[in-house]
């Protein structure tokens, strides 16, 4: 974030200066602010004190106002979604980082609790470019999914899609934004290539649904239903064979996918597992690859009957434990 803030060049320039002052020496956290404020000619060590000598981190929530004007407040965020007032005192120096289709403003600050903006317009903007700054973010189900159309128009980074998926899907599990917000956005994604946006997806479904757990079984189903949309042809183009080619992220990506598509309920992955675990049952130990073993043997436990769930419980408990069985 303060590399951001000040810009590459100098935040390395001012490291260099910290450095070679206080070579084999011992320093304080000041010191480090003092030689980046030299470098840069800013105030750094007031804006970081802010950050560095209070606990937590802010929520940016975004009201647009039309006449392409952005309305900010920030408050404290908090998983429990119940900041009370005596808990929301600290102000931070907010970097907002405005993307548009002219490019990232580094310029702008929130330094009060709430200010106006200009945006170029209204098609697209995105605050926290590249997600360098230390907040979540909190748009309208309305921008959320003209943000997911974004992304799938190549307008936004790795980084950009990643941090997002993050914020909504942290937002509407700790109750600060809407659940139907969070899916807009993520039904946006089903083209997107990159494991780190899938990881990050896959998991804030993951939490909407920890979330929703003890509501109506029709609500279970239909978030159940929504991943299993989302993820299924993206399994179905990875596959779940694995080679000595894959690499360390490819396997995770083809075994994270496999897992997720078929817990979901997707029926070919569901086919495939039930026949990896029959011959798993005869004796060929390598009829399931280690990678998604665990996914095999959850889906035995969801989908099969009675011989499938005894025998894979059996094999969980003695790979865990042998002296079990």
Not at 62 to 84: C, P, S
Not at 171 to 189: D, I, M, N, P, R
């Amino acid at each position: 974030m303060i590399s951001t803030y000040l810009g590459e060049d100098t935040f390395l320039e001012g490291v260099r200066r910290y450095l070679k002052k206080h070579a084999y020496g011992n320093t304080q956290t000041g010191d480090l602010w003092s030689s980046l404020a030299e470098a840069s000619g800013k105030n750094v060590e007031d804006v970081m004190n802010v950050w560095t000598k209070n606990i937590g981190f802010p929520v940016v929530t975004v009201m647009e106002k039309g006449d392409n004007t952005i309305h900010l407040k920030q408050n404290r965020f908090l998983r429990t979604g119940d900041a009370k007032p005596e808990d929301d005192q600290v102000i931070y120096p907010v970097f907002l980082g405005l993307r548009t289709k002219d490019g990232v403003d580094e310029s702008l600050t929130l330094n009060g609790r709430e200010a106006d903006f200009k945006v170029p317009g209204s098609d697209f903007f995105k605050l926290n470019a590249n997600h360098t700054g230390l907040y979540r973010t909190s748009y309208s189900p309305e921008r959320l999914e003209k943000l997911g159309a974004a992304a799938k128009k190549g307008l936004l980074s790795i980084e950009d899609r990643a941090g997002m998926i993050a914020d909504a899907g942290a937002l509407a599990t700790s109750g600060y934004q809407k659940t139907s917000g969070v899916l807009s956005l993520l039904k946006g994604f089903t083209t997107e290539t990159e494991f780190v946006v899938w990881n990050e997806l896959v998991s804030r479904v993951g939490s909407v649904q920890g979330a929703w757990i003890f509501e109506d079984q029709a609500v279970r189903d239909g978030i159940e239903a929504f991943l299993r949309d989302l993820t299924s042809a993206k399994a179905h183009e990875l596959g779940w064979e694995f080679t000595e080619n894959d690499g360390h992220i490819e396997q995770q990506f083809k075994a994270m996918m496999f897992g997720s598509a078929g817990l979901a309920g997707d029926g070919v992955v569901i086919k495939a597992a039930k026949d990896m675990f029959a011959k798993y049952m005869t004796g060929d130990k390598e009829a399931i690859h280690p990678n998604i073993r665990g996914s095999v043997f959850s889906m035995a436990l969801k989908y099969g009957g009675k011989e499938e769930v005894w025998i894979s419980c059996t094999y969980e408990f003695h790979d865990a434990d042998s002296s079990l069985v």
